[in-house]
C-alpha cells in the first residue's frame, strides 16, 4: 500500500481548531437546530495550509470536507476539487493524533477559497486524581476546578490519573481567527443564528492512565475561570453567555452564563471541549469583491472587520477571483480596512448596517497601488517530460515574513502558465517559489530569487523533485529545514535483531549524507514495531544540534508503522539545550520502511 502525502494550498476564509483524540461524549442533543439559513447543496473547490502554534507545517494531518478527506503534505498543504457543501456553509475538519482537533467553517465563494488553519498541541498541562478535588491552572489566571468525579467513554466511573490538556486563547491573540474552532458563527438557546464576540476561549482534553477518553461524570459539574483580555476589561458585560464547540456541527451552542470576577469570568460546566464567553448578536453575510483602477480583481487580498467597541479584528481573504465572503453583526456599522502584505492599512471605509438573516453584496472595492512597490510575477511550470504541467499550483511568499500564513498562491493554467500580482515593502524584494505538479506528486522544493524588475518573468520551470519521503524539522523560530527523496533509511532492528552492533527493538531513521545542505539522524530505542508514544531513549543529531535525554525533554510519537515497504509516520515535540541555551524542536517524517 502506498500512502502519499497529497500536495496542496488555498485562499477565502470568514472571520474567526478543536480536538479530535477527545471525542465529544455528551451530545448536546438539547441544544435546539440552528435557523441559519445553510443554503442549498453547491460544489466548491478549497485550498488550505495547516501549522502548528509555531509554525511548522502539520504533514500528515487528515483534512475532511463532508464526505471528502484528502491529507496534508510536507508543507501543511491540501486541497479539495469539488466539495460537496451548503452554499452558505462549508465545514472543513482536521485531525492528526497528538494535536487538539481543528476545524474552519465559513461562507463559500465561487472561486478556490483559502483556508488557513493552526493546530495546538495537545500537551499535558498537569495530571490529577479522580476521586479528590483538584484546580488545573495556566499562568495566565485560566483554571479549571474539577470535583473528582469522571466517566469514560462508555458511561462507566472512572478512578485513576487524568491527564489534563489546557489551553486558552484570547481575543489578543495574533493568530486567533486560525486557531479557533469553525467560526463565529453560534445557535443561542432559542435556536436563532447569532455572530460572537468573544471574551476569551478555553479548550480542556481529558484522558485517562491508558490514553483514553474521559469527561465529567453524569450529573457532576467543574468550574472554570477565563481570564478577560486587558483591552476588553472597561466593555466586559457582568454577565455572558458560555456557548460550547459542537465538532459534528461546526456550530457553536449556549450553555448557561459567566460572571464577572475582577478580571476574569466564572462559569459552570458539565462537559469540556471547546468553551467561549461571547456577547451575541444577530447575523448577516457580507460579500465584496476587490480590484484596481484597471478593473482587474485582486487575490489573496487581507479584509479585516470589526464593531465599533470591538477591540480585535475578524479576517478574510480574497479569493482567485477577488472576492471575500462572511458572517457579520447585523444592524449596525462596521470599520473594513485592507491591508497590504506589509501590514499597512491601505483602505477603510464604513459599511453596513446589514439585514438580519440576509446576505448583501456591497459595491466592489477599487484599490489604487500602496506607497509600497508593485511586483508582477509570472512563469510556467513544466513537467519531467517537459511538457506543461495541467494540475498544479505555486506558492509565493516573501523571504521575511511578519506571519506564519503570509504566503500566497495561483492555480496555472491550461498551458501551466501562472502568474502573481503582488506587493513588497521594499524594492528589488526576495522571494520563495515552490511549484507543485499534483498529477505526478512533484514539486521544485522552495527556490529563493530577487525580483529586480517590477515585471520579473521566471520563465519555465522544472517540477521534477518527488515529495513521497521526507522529514522536516524546526529549531526555535529558524526556518524550517527538510530532507527529502530515496535517500532517506529507515530501519527498525526487531525483536530478536540479528544486525551486528544493532540493539533489538531500535528504530533507525537517517539521511546518510545532507540533502539540500540539511541533515537528520534519530534512534528510537525501546521500539515494539507499533504506533506509540515515547519520552526516553532517543538520540537525534541534525543541522545545527543533538540530543539525547541527557539534555532533551521531547515527546516522540510514532503514529504510523507499515511494513517493510509502507511508511513509517512520526511527530517530535520538545525542547533542548546546549552550549548556546535553551531551544524549541519539532519535527515531522513520512518515510518509507526500508527494514
Known amino acids: 500500500m502506498k500512502k502519499i502525502y497529497l500536495l496542496f494550498l488555498l485562499l477565502s476564509l470568514i472571520f474567526s481548531c478543536k480536538d479530535e483524540s477527545f471525542l465529544e461524549i455528551d451530545d448536546n442533543t438539547s441544544n435546539p437546530q440552528s435557523n441559519y439559513n445553510f443554503g442549498n447543496t453547491a460544489q466548491k473547490n478549497f485550498q488550505g495550509v495547516v501549522l502548528d502554534t509555531n509554525g511548522t507545517p502539520v504533514s500528515g494531518a487528515t483534512v475532511t470536507i463532508g464526505t471528502s478527506t484528502v491529507t496534508t503534505n510536507l508543507k501543511g498543504f491540501f486541497t479539495f476539487q469539488n466539495a460537496s457543501v451548503k452554499e452558505n456553509f462549508a465545514h472543513i475538519k482536521v485531525t492528526k493524533s497528538g494535536y487538539v482537533n481543528a476545524s474552519r467553517v465559513l461562507v463559500p465563494t465561487n472561486g478556490m477559497n483559502r483556508v488557513n488553519i493552526m493546530m495546538i498541541p495537545a500537551t499535558?498541562?498537569?495530571?490529577?486524581?479522580?476521586?479528590?478535588?483538584?484546580?488545573?491552572?495556566?499562568?495566565n489566571g485560566t483554571k479549571v476546578k474539577f470535583d473528582g468525579s469522571f466517566k469514560d467513554a462508555s458511561g462507566n466511573a472512572y478512578s485513576g490519573s487524568v491527564n489534563v490538556a489546557l489551553f486558552n486563547l484570547s481575543s489578543s491573540n495574533s493568530y486567533l481567527n486560525e486557531l479557533m474552532p469553525g467560526s463565529f458563527l453560534a445557535t443561542n438557546s432559542g435556536g436563532n443564528a447569532r455572530v460572537m464576540e468573544t471574551f476569551g476561549m478555553v479548550h480542556?482534553?481529558?484522558?485517562g492512565s491508558s490514553g483514553q477518553n474521559l469527561q465529567i461524570?453524569?450529573?457532576?459539574?467543574?468550574?472554570?475561570?477565563?481570564?478577560i483580555d486587558a483591552a476588553q476589561t472597561s466593555t466586559s458585560p457582568n454577565t455572558i453567555p458560555l456557548w460550547s464547540?459542537?465538532?459534528?456541527?461546526?456550530m457553536w451552542n449556549e450553555e448557561g452564563s459567566a460572571t464577572k470576577v475582577g478580571n476574569t469570568y466564572v462559569g459552570t460546566v458539565s462537559h469540556f471541549s471547546w468553551w467561549n464567553c461571547d456577547a451575541q448578536f444577530e447575523q448577516a453575510t457580507m460579500k465584496v469583491t476587490v480590484k484596481n483602477a484597471a478593473g482587474q480583481v485582486l487575490p489573496n487580498i487581507k479584509?479585516?472587520?470589526k464593531r465599533s467597541s470591538q477591540t480585535y479584528e475578524t479576517t478574510a481573504m480574497t479569493d482567485n477571483a477577488g472576492m471575500a465572503s462572511g458572517i457579520v453583526p447585523a444592524g449596525e456599522v462596521l470599520t473594513l480596512k485592507i491591508y497590504d502584505v506589509c501590514n499597512n492599512v491601505i483602505y477603510t471605509s464604513n459599511v453596513g448596517p446589514f439585514p438580519a438573516g440576509v446576505t448583501t453584496t456591497i459595491?466592489?472595492?477599487?484599490?489604487?497601488p500602496p506607497a509600497s512597490t508593485n511586483y508582477i510575477?509570472?512563469?510556467n511550470l513544466k513537467t519531467c517530460a517537459n511538457t506543461d504541467v495541467t494540475d498544479g499550483y505555486?506558492?509565493?511568499?516573501?523571504?521575511?515574513?511578519?506571519?506564519y500564513f503570509q504566503y500566497i498562491s495561483v492555480p496555472v493554467g491550461s498551458n501551466g502558465s501562472f502568474i502573481f500580482n503582488t506587493y513588497s515593502c521594499t524594492a528589488n524584494p526576495q522571494f520563495i517559489y515552490e511549484g507543485f505538479d499534483i498529477a505526478n506528486f512533484q514539486s521544485t522544493n522552495e527556490v529563493t530569487f530577487t525580483a529586480a524588475s517590477n515585471n520579473t518573468n521566471l520563465g519555465n520551470i522544472t517540477v521534477c523533485n518527488s515529495i513521497i519521503e521526507f522529514i522536516s524539522y524546526k529549531v526555535d523560530s529558524q526556518p524550517v529545514k527538510y530532507v527529502t527523496g530515496s535517500s532517506i533509511n529507515a530501519q527498525w532492528f526487531g525483536l530478536t535483531s540479528t544486525s551486528p552492533n544493532m540493539p533489538a527493538k531500535q528504530l533507525r531513521i537517517s539521511s546518510p549524507s545532507p540533502i539540500a545542505g540539511n541533515s537528520f539522524y534519530m534512534t528510537q530505542n525501546n521500539m515494539l514495531g507499533v504506533p506509540g508514544t515515547f519520552t526516553t531513549d532517543y538520540t537525534y543529531e541534525f543541522s545545527g544540534g543533538y540530543f539525547t535525554p541527557s539534555n532533551g525533554n521531547v515527546v516522540v510519537q510514532i503514529t504510523s508503522f507499515g511494513a517493510i515497504g509502507d511508511f513509517i509516520d512520526f511527530t517530535v515535540n520538545g525542547t533542548y539545550s546546549d552550549t548556546s541555551g535553551s531551544h524549541t524542536f519539532t519535527a515531522t517524517g513520512h518515510v518509507k520502511r526500508d527494514m
Do not use: F, R
Open 394 to 403: 505555486v506558492i509565493l511568499k516573501p523571504v521575511i515574513t511578519s506571519n
Open 124 to 139: 499535558t498541562t498537569s495530571t490529577i486524581s479522580a476521586g479528590s478535588t483538584s484546580t488545573v491552572s495556566l499562568p
Open 363 to 368: 459595491a466592489d472595492i477599487t484599490l489604487t
Open 217 to 227: 461524570a453524569n450529573g457532576h459539574t467543574a468550574e472554570m475561570t477565563v481570564p
Open 204 to 207: 480542556v482534553q481529558l484522558t
Open 245 to 250: 464547540y459542537n465538532e459534528d456541527t461546526g
Open 377 to 379: 510575477i509570472q512563469g
Open 303 to 305: 479584509i479585516n472587520l
